[in-house]
């Protein structure tokens, strides 16, 4: 991925986060943990690594505003454990008492992808969102919509914000760009500024957890934000995780399923993906217990800092068993695979119940 144009709609891997701060202007995550009370696993060990006025959602939490979060999904595919990343973020604000915004973007599955209409339909109510009930979202605090099918406002400040932006502006942000972009990109401004409305409750404060190839869509609100005269609107925060690495060492998508573990995975075929996923080992036994191994390099310990293992010292001891070359590459997928199936098997359970839900959560758009 070029470090000149961040890609919303692709499938390339950032890697060089560093330079993010450089380039675009994106913040480091770490310096706040200590006014943050009760950091998730992702903010402590830091796959939350940037943001975006974060201070300013502490701000309000400490004067006892109650902001609202804005992130969602586009259902172009399976829900994997990328997609479980930005779903643990939802569930963690929504028990600090956030409202929640969740936009299924089917008009940018249907127009960027080009999937038939009632597969994106598909996806988003047994995919995405049955998992996130089976995950444990609630229904308080929360608002799941279809793109197109949402309430009238919504849509008027989508058309309003067309004109606070030019094509010129639009490519430097996003490089070259197609009607169906265009359109894709208006909408998420919609979506991340439309909770500020009064009509939707008129939040002063919304926050937007996204993967770092999203922040085009945050560099362009932002600045639609500071135009829109017509309306008082505010700047949205924003923070950035890493990518969930594909078990080959690229970037996990749906569009690469023999490389990406999908929640609903029969356990057997999810534990053969790991078992032969990319580690971070040495070439010989003899070389691994005399160097150690690299988890920084490895899919399998990345399952464990990510989703696997919550308890740091846990963490901790499996970092330090691999970097000492205690532990060798047999044992530590074996481990994980037992992780793995145990976890899957519950929420495969909770997911047949879930799916029963959906309906209770969303409501489907009519064609």
């Not at 505003?65 to 804005?70: E, G, L, M, S, Y």
């Not at 010292?313 to 047999?330: H, P, Q, T, V």
Request: net charge neutral.
């Amino acid at each position: 991925m070029s470090l000149e144009h961040l890609d919303p709609w692709g499938h390339a891997m950032v890697r060089d986060y560093e330079r993010l701060f450089k380039t675009f202007g994106i913040k480091p995550f770490k310096p706040l943990l200590s006014r943050i009370r009760n950091p998730m696993h992702l903010m402590r060990r830091g796959v939350v690594f940037g943001h975006r006025d974060y201070e300013s959602v502490l701000d309000a939490l400490e004067n006892g505003d109650r902001p609202a979060i804005v992130t969602g999904f586009m259902p172009s595919g399976r829900f994997h454990f990328g997609h479980k990343m930005i779903a643990d973020q939802l569930i963690y604000y929504q028990r600090l008492g956030f409202e929640l915004f969740v936009p299924l973007a089917d008009a940018e599955a249907y127009a960027v992808r080009k999937i038939p209409r009632s597969m994106v339909v598909d996806y988003a109510l047994n995919q995405y969102v049955a998992n996130l009930i089976a995950l444990g979202l609630e229904k308080r605090h929360l608002h799941i919509y279809f793109q197109t099918n949402y309430e009238v406002p919504y849509y008027r400040l989508l058309q309003m914000s067309s004109r606070r932006v030019t094509g010129n502006e639009m490519e430097a942000i996003y490089g070259s760009l197609e009607p169906g972009k265009i359109v894709a990109a208006l909408t998420q401004v919609a979506d991340i500024l439309h909770p500020q409305l009064e009509y939707f409750g008129g939040y002063r404060h919304v926050l937007v957890p996204v993967g770092v190839d999203q922040d085009p869509h945050i560099r362009l609100t932002r600045d639609i934000a500071d135009r829109m005269s017509e309306i008082k609107l505010t700047r949205p925060a924003s923070t950035y995780h890493r990518f969930m690495t594909g078990l080959d060492g690229g970037k996990m998508s749906s569009s690469r399923p023999d490389y990406a573990i999908f929640l609903d995975d029969p356990v057997e075929d999810a534990v053969r993906k790991l078992r032969r996923a990319l580690t971070g080992g040495r070439p010989t036994v003899e070389e691994q217990r005399k160097l150690g191994g690299e988890p920084e390099k490895c899919t399998v310990y990345e399952f464990y800092l990510y989703h696997l293992v919550l308890d740091d010292a846990k963490l901790l001891e499996l970092y330090r068993r691999c970097r000492e070359g205690e532990m060798l590459c047999g044992e530590c997928k074996r481990i994980a695979s037992e992780m793995l199936a145990s976890w899957l098997r519950e929420h495969h359970r909770r997911l047949e119940k879930a799916r029963d839900r959906v309906l209770e959560y969303v409501e489907p758009p009519s064609f």
